[in-house]
């Protein structure tokens, strides 16, 4: 903790934001400064972020590369079995410490001059410090432990590392609060995750419109075709919607109900969604039940970009990454539990054609946020508008609702310091002035 | 006919399939219980089992072209697949085990013509008279990262 100054926040950029929930300034996709803003005020801010999973270094020396936003990290275990994490970044003269995504090492030495750094991220060794032959070198008064990356703040959740450069936040367990907790104690509490595989999906959109998706319970059953032709998840199913208090977390859960999958309300709104599609090799659905519950499908989210899903017998965690103003980096690793059987194995291959980058139920998420992103060029000055299930952003047992849409706007404005406005505009649709355009 | 100009023949037309279709004959390539799995060179080489596709029946392969017709949404694209020759690594009768060098160029709407993956093929084949089929086929891409989508097959 020595070296953590806490957050970087600079000042918010000179931006209103409407006071209503139900109304999202697409500038907020497209500006840089509000960009850059975010790097400081949130992924170098006052938040837990996911990192990566303890799966992923379990012996002493491991070592997993990963990111707190856009700056580069490792996460370590070092010999007292204990995880560290510190920035990527050489105190020297910046270059990365360590190259490879994964790997094992006793130290990290930078390719550059061989500035050496120990698993827990203090400089231990500087090359030719003393110089040669007494001349050159360090000047007397260098002192190796004040220089060194940025430690982070490290907290492990049932496997998941969350990191933080700030200290001005409180613990893991408050910053999720019980209902998440509980939530995520459900998928992952008392068993190990064995990785599965990692795949990596590059978004031509901004982070916050896969944020948006992600909480977007309305949308899944309408694009998603997969997810209601086989009764997965039906809008009518029961189940519900968890915001937490700050708006940022939530849950969107589902369970089986044989009597919704009967019902015409899909038929009843004339949507695409309502087909008569079969599979010719259904033992992609044959599943298990997860938990012991019948819970078929939940989807968890933690603010600023962290997934956890669970889908039939898919279960995942995605990270996700700014790039740029209209590029995201979406993480995916998919999970298996060392108590699986050969069987249950077979059904998480099988349904993880369900999700990732070709996924039935998931591919067009990839390409959504970019539909989005090139509908709204030219439109910065207009809005969003978020009004499914009302104006608030709390838990509900509908899903028919934008409550966790709106949850993360909340947490979202909080975060960059945008002073809600009442003369902003309000949401009232149709209001808008058109200039009729006439021909000559 | 020998393996090689057999394996050559039918990867031809297994890339012609899917540029050019009609896409529906794509699982036709395969035998019945088969084994296609697309993944990273990172995942192959750790030997981490899972697959942004993974199908072990012709009839999953069938479902993955009906649900691109019928269930999902994404942006017109087309492929246009580059294949180098095979490389032949064991021959035992009819079953040859090859790997061939690929990559992918895809053309999304109007756009520009883009490198969309590149990477090899690990596969066994059947191969009877002048018909090679494939048991497996391990499509290991070059990178880990899919830019915005993996709708039709590699």
């Given at each position: 903790m020595d070296r953590l100054t806490g957050t970087t926040a600079g000042r918010a950029p000179d931006r209103s934001w409407p006071r209503s929930l139900t109304r999202v300034p697409y500038w907020v996709f497209q500006d840089e400064a509000v960009y850059r803003a975010e790097q400081d005020r949130i992924f170098h801010g006052p938040h837990w972020s996911y990192l990566c999973l303890e799966a992923e270094f379990a012996e002493p020396g491991d070592f997993c590369a990963t990111f707190i936003g856009e700056q580069p990290v490792l996460v370590t275990r070092d010999v007292d079995g204990e995880v560290y994490a510190f920035e990527n970044r050489c105190a020297h003269r910046g270059a990365l410490i360590a190259m490879a995504d994964h790997g094992k090492a006793r130290d990290f030495t930078c390719v550059y001059h061989a500035w050496t750094y120990n698993l827990q991220g203090d400089l231990t060794a500087v090359a030719f410090a003393e110089g040669v032959g007494g001349k050159?070198?360090?000047?007397?008064?260098?002192?190796?432990?004040?220089?060194g990356p940025r430690k982070l703040r490290i907290a492990v959740v049932h496997g998941l590392v969350f990191g933080t450069l700030s200290n001005d936040l409180p613990d893991i367990e408050e910053y999720l609060g019980e209902e998440i907790l509980d939530r995520i104690d459900r998928v992952l509490g008392g068993r190990k995750p064995v990785v599965l595989g990692r795949f990596a999906q590059r978004l031509p959109n901004n982070w916050k419109l896969y944020a948006e998706n992600v909480r977007d319970s309305y949308h899944a059953s309408i694009l998603h075709l997969f997810f209601t032709t086989f009764g997965?998840?039906?809008?009518?199913?029961?189940g519900a919607i968890i915001v937490d208090e700050s708006g940022g977390h939530h849950v969107s859960y589902s369970a089986i109900d044989r009597t919704a999958v009967a019902s015409n309300e899909y038929r009843d709104q004339?949507?695409?969604?309502?087909?008569e599609y079969q599979l010719a090799d259904p033992s992609l659905l044959e599943g298990f039940s997860e938990v012991g519950d019948d819970v078929t499908l939940q989807i968890l989210s933690v603010y600023p970009g962290f997934v956890l899903q669970q889908i039939q017998n898919s279960v995942a965690v995605r990270q996700i990454l700014p790039r740029g103003t209209d590029d995201t980096l979406l993480n995916w690793t998919y999970l298996g539990f060392e108590s699986d059987t050969e069987e249950q194995r077979l059904v998480r291959m099988k349904q993880s054609?369900?999700?990732?980058?070709?996924?039935?139920?998931?591919?067009?998420d990839g390409g959504i946020g970019g539909f989005v992103q090139r509908g709204i060029a030219g439109a910065s000055d207009e809005y969003a508008t978020l009004q499914m299930g009302g104006d608030t952003a709390e838990s509900s047992e509908s899903r028919v609702t934008e409550a966790s849409v709106r949850g993360f706007w909340l947490a979202y404005r909080e975060s960059m310091g945008f002073v809600p406005d009442?003369?902003?505009?309000?949401?009232?649709?149709?209001k808008h002035e058109r200039t009729r355009v006439v021909r000559a | 006919m020998d393996n090689q100009v057999a394996i050559a023949r039918a990867q031809a037309h297994y890339a012609r399939c899917i540029d050019d279709g009609p896409l529906e004959d794509w699982p036709m390539f395969f035998t019945e219980n088969c084994h296609y799995r697309v993944t990273t060179a990172d995942n192959y080489a750790r030997g981490l089992p899972a697959g942004l596709i993974w199908a072990d029946t012709r009839g999953m392969l069938k479902d993955r072209v009906s649900a691109l017709k019928e269930a999902n949404i994404y942006e017109p694209h087309v492929y246009r697949h580059m294949l180098g020759q095979p490389a032949i690594l064991t021959e035992s009768g009819g079953d040859v085990e090859s790997e061939t060098p690929f990559f992918v160029l895809r053309v999304t709407g109007g756009g520009p013509t883009d490198l969309f993956a590149s990477g090899r093929y690990v596969d066994r084949y059947r191969v009877e008279g002048d018909q090679a089929l494939l048991r497996e086929r391990v499509v290991v891409c070059d990178s880990k990262e899919i830019d915005t989508l993996l709708a039709l097959p590699l």
């Open positions: 050159g070198g360090m000047p007397p008064n260098f002192c190796l432990s004040d220089h997965i998840n039906r809008l009518s199913q029961r004339k949507i695409r969604s309502d087909s054609n369900l999700v990732g980058p070709a996924g039935y139920v998931s591919m067009e009442d003369d902003a505009p309000l949401p009232e649709i149709g | -």
